[in-house]
């Protein structure tokens, strides 16, 4: 077989040569994939208008050399909404650009999938974006191996008052000192982060998160995912 179709995220393109553009994609059949799509960069090229960030498209490809080739596009859902507000569009790049490294090629992941395009979908369609970012990040970390322990301290105690990336949770105030990289975390935001990974998106819609915890919730995420994934992210260099 020389062909075959997939269902896509577009996560990022770049320009190759003069006419071609290399177009990266999260699909539900083969996790990321990075395909060529020919002359694409002609005006009257079909294919262009579909092929941008964001989009869901069906692909048919071709199998090359170097690069598969992406022979046709059928336009499934664009996300409007994540383009023109800039405080979506500045969250939305940052997830898309972690799951552009977190996935790999070949490596079939269904629910980063299926939590991507609910996630995007939701942020389109839903004013609450503050909690449905929160919902990603805590479900896409436990989705690639990284859960929080959030329930006690690693030696039992159900007390606790302070969190570190290193030893993988929240401890409790005997534990803090044999961690070097403790940050205080409030009673709220620990039992916000409890129940992020126990909700359904289509609750995490209906919440809110006040931008005073937004702050302190995204800055044990963003520890956290340094930590123990190692990648930084350019569009987090941009504040929201
Ligand atoms: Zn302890």
Redesign the pocket.
């Given at each position: 077989m020389n062909s075959y179709y997939i269902t896509g995220i577009i996560l990022s393109r770049e320009n190759i040569g003069e006419k071609d553009r290399l177009v990266v994609f999260l699909t539900r059949e083969r996790g990321k994939l990075r395909a060529v799509a020919r002359s694409s960069r002609k005006i009257s090229s079909k294919m262009a208008g579909s092929l941008e960030p964001f989009n869901l498209v069906r692909c048919w490809i071709h199998i090359g050399k170097t690069f598969d080739i992406i022979k046709g596009v059928e336009l499934i859902k664009t996300f409007p909404n994540l383009i023109k507000d800039i405080k979506r569009y500045l969250l939305v790049s940052r997830i898309v650009e972690f799951i552009q490294y977190v996935v790999q090629e070949n490596d079939e992941n269904p629910e980063i999938f299926k939590l991507l395009l609910g996630t995007m979908s939701a942020m389109n369609d839903y004013g609450n974006i503050n909690s449905i970012y929160v919902f990603f990040w805590v479900n896409a970390l436990a989705l690639v191996g990284y859960k929080m322990r959030l329930d006690r301290?690693?030696?039992?105690?159900r007390e606790?008052t302070v969190f570190s990336s290193s030893m993988g949770g929240v401890?409790?105030d005997?534990?803090a000192d044999k961690a070097d990289d403790v940050i205080s975390i409030s009673g709220h935001v620990l039992t916000l982060l409890k129940e992020y990974g126990n909700i359904k998106l289509s609750e995490a819609i209906k919440r809110e998160i006040p931008q005073y915890l937004f702050g302190e919730v995204e800055n044990i995420i963003i520890n956290f995912r340094i930590y123990h994934t190692n990648i930084r992210l350019k569009s987090e260099e941009v504040n929201v």
């Open positions: 301290c690693l030696c039992g105690k606790v401890l409790c005997d534990c």
